[in-house]
């Protein structure tokens, strides 16, 4: 029943050439937005960002090794926690205005009415609904980020009583229409004192974003009931696309503030006072890194494992996903009691 190959895009026939002409739309898209807030040098306009330490651990960013430039960040490794961060961050207003009007997150939420798209999704949510289910309630969920609403449907299916927050005016419109509970704005500020406290709170490609994810997750925390659950999905920065790919990954763009990896990210969670349940990665892309050439596939593999790969043209999805390769890494978190 829960098989995570099922929104696997790389197994799916016919997905990608479906998904191709809005993708290209949403990549089109992100480049303007990007590019709004750059001068003819690939700098942050002055004003558009700020500089900061570690985000996990304070560490000074001067002190960090810098591994890579992308769009005016500087994303580097801190010496201390070895979290991957940018150095700049976009400033709050600059941020949230890309968020709600901009022609990306239109393009986002096209490519999300997709039919293969949308199969993805929903037995992706019914995966993640599941996997929850089996150590947790069911009860009351927030998923903060909601979208299209694919989890707030897959968790009601599982018993759950689901609210969603988003910050996309359509998406929320889509889900209310569909009789589902969510508001539009910002976490806290927007959340409804009577829908709390939570059994569980979903964080699905949430945490990249936030420039400050201890104070975000301690704000999380006081939502949660005790031994309330934590659902996080991020993209994975080791896995073997991105490592590839490098600054040309999509999943290095503005917004995505830290970049973690099946070390650091369970890392962040136990500082913010949660313990580790399941962790795993999941989407491999494999048909995407085997686009690429034998050898790069083959250096890639040796950076990320320090073994030899024989045969790049024989690898397996279970083969990634054993080495927490995949494209995004994906955990269920107790609220450990203080
Ligand atoms: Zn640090």
């Known amino acids: 029943m829960l098989d995570k190959n099922t929104f696997d895009a790389a197994l799916r026939p016919g997905v990608r050439a479906s998904l191709a002409g809005a993708n290209q739309a949403l990549r089109r898209a992100e480049a303007e937005t990007f590019g709004r807030l750059l001068d003819e040098r690939g700098d942050f306009l002055p004003g558009a960002s700020f500089r ?12 960090a090794a810098e591994l890579l430039r992308a769009q005016g960040m500087q994303l580097v490794r801190c010496p201390e926690c070895r979290l991957v961060y940018s150095r700049e961050v976009i ?19 096209e490519l999300k009415h997709d039919p293969f798209y949308a199969a993805l999704e929903r037995d992706k949510a019914a995966y993640v609904a599941g996997r929850l289910s089996e150590l947790a309630g ?9 979208s299209s609403g694919a989890l707030l449907r897959a968790a009601e299916e599982a018993g759950w009583q689901s609210f969603g927050m988003e910050i996309n005016p359509a ?23 009577e829908w709390g406290p939570f059994d569980a709170i979903a964080l699905l490609d949430v945490l990249e974003h936030v420039a400050d994810p201890l104070a975000f997750l301690d704000r999380v ?35 995505h503030w830290s970049y973690f990896e099946p070390a650091t990210l369970p890392a962040l969670l136990v500082r913010a006072g949660f313990e580790m349940r399941w962790f795993e990665t999941y989407i491999s892309e494999l048909d995407r890194v085997l686009a690429y050439p034998d050898e790069q596939v083959a250096a890639a593999w040796e950076q990320l494992t320090g073994q030899t790969l024989a045969e790049p043209r024989d690898l397996q999805v279970e083969q990634l996903h054993t080495r927490m390769l995949g494209y995004k890494l994906f955990g269920l978190f107790q609220k450990v009691a203080t």
């Open 138 to 146: 069911p009860g009351r969920l927030l998923d903060i980020g909601s």
């Open 221 to 255: 925390s006081q939502d949660l009931k005790p031994d309330g659950w934590l659902v996080v999905q991020v993209p994975n920065f080791s896995s073997l696309l991105l490592t590839i790919e490098g600054v040309r990954n999509n999943n290095i763009c503005h917004g």
């Open 91 to 109: 400033d709050r207003d600059f941020e949230r205005q890309r968020y709600q009007d901009s022609s990306a997150s239109q393009a986002n939420l």
């Open 52 to 63: 900061r330490d570690c985000p996990q651990c304070g560490t000074a960013h001067e002190r």
């Open 171 to 193: 998406a929320v419109q889509a889900c209310q229409a569909a009789g589902l509970a969510a508001v539009c704005g910002e976490y806290p500020c927007a959340l409804p004192a």
